[in-house]
């Protein structure tokens, strides 16, 4: 393994650890403050510093909107940031003690997400194999947010809106990352800072519009200032420094590997929530093994597929 591979895996484990202890860290932040308070703070934070690399890097032309698909760009902000950040940690606080484990188990589920989301946008529709390794995939889930008692999670409505938040919060974040497609000629940081300060207009708006309506209370100094040390995680770690991570160690090993890093993201919650006193079952254990290897075996058959289609390639001449 040489060195620049050896880097490339250490970005990426970087990154989900940052992003696997963020959800622990939410469990704490969410005592004091809503979830809406907190992301609009959070990633006014993260914006900043987003704006300030952007500028040192592209200099004034990379926010230049004149002649792009700002609209688009907005629409993809808004489902990453106020979409992401609005309904999983709104899911997260619903679920109560064990929120950060479902939570994290959910982050986990993203790339068979993906798998679903390109073949409604880009009509590529997943090979047959690939839809047993999702189901496998959702299987884990359920027993990772049932706790085995499937029953009593139907007849709860809490729990069940709890967890549809969090499925939908995972399903805008996989938007926002396919739409990084539809943006060719800009550069990953130009990406995630126009869609951040775009998506912060929405962010913003959905904050105050609950405010105003006494949905939400307006944030308090001293909730602010409890919660900074969680802010500044959330916004530098998990957001700044773990993106620009996941961004250069997928451009090392390729995003077909860097996805299997994506079960260090529920690994990392179970450990962190375990040392604070939060102890996942055996049961949610299993649920979470059972994800994991739905996501090793997926990507295992992506290769295996992806050298087939090769190799007919190859044998036909002009196959695309």
């Known amino acids: ?16 650890i940052s992003w696997g202890a963020m959800f622990p860290v939410m469990t704490d932040a969410l005592q004091y403050m809503d979830p809406f308070n907190f992301t609009t703070i959070r990633y006014s934070i993260a914006g900043l510093a987003f704006a300030i690399i ?11 909107l004149k002649g792009e ?8 902000g808004t489902l990453g940031f106020a979409g992401f950040g609005f309904l999983v940690f709104l899911g997260q606080r619903m679920a109560g003690a064990s929120g950060a484990l479902t ?12 798998l679903l989301t390109v073949w409604l946008l880009k009509k590529n529709r997943p090979h047959v194999s690939t839809f047993g390794f999702i189901l496998m995939s959702f299987a884990g889930v359920l027993m990772v947010i049932t706790n085995g008692n499937i029953e009593e999670v139907i007849n709860s409505p809490l729990n069940m ?12 974040w996989v938007l926002y990352t396919v739409g990084g497609s539809y943006f060719p000629d800009w ?12 998506g912060m207009i929405s962010v913003i708006a959905i904050d105050i519009i609950l405010i105003f309506n006494g949905k939400i209370a307006a944030p308090t100094l001293p909730a602010i200032s409890i919660v900074t040390p969680h802010l500044l995680y959330m916004a530098l770690v998990a957001g700044l420094l773990a993106v620009l991570c996941w961004n250069i160690g997928n451009k090392i090993i390729t995003p077909t590997n860097g996805v299997l890093f994506m079960d260090i993201v529920p690994v990392t919650a179970f450990i962190v929530s375990a040392l604070s006193g ?7 254990l299993g649920g979470a093994g059972i994800t994991a290897s739905a996501l090793i075996l997926n990507n295992l058959n992506q290769r ?17």
């Open 1 to 16: 393994m040489n060195n620049r591979y050896s880097k490339g895996i250490i970005y990426c484990l970087l990154a989900t």
């Open 54 to 64: 952007l500028a040192s890097r592209e200099g004034i032309d990379g926010f230049t």
């Open 69 to 76: 698909r700002w609209v688009l760009a907005w629409l993809f």
């Open 103 to 114: 939570a994290s188990i959910m982050m986990a589920t993203m790339p068979m997400l993906g």
């Open 161 to 172: 809106t709890a967890n549809l938040l969090l499925i939908t919060g995972a399903l805008c």
């Open 187 to 198: 550069s990953p940081v130009r990406y995630t800072t126009m869609t951040t300060l775009l």
């Open 278 to 284: 939060v102890v996942p079952s055996t049961i949610q």
């Open 304 to 320: 295996k597929l992806a050298k087939a289609k090769l190799s007919l390639n190859k044998m036909v001449p002009g196959q695309s």
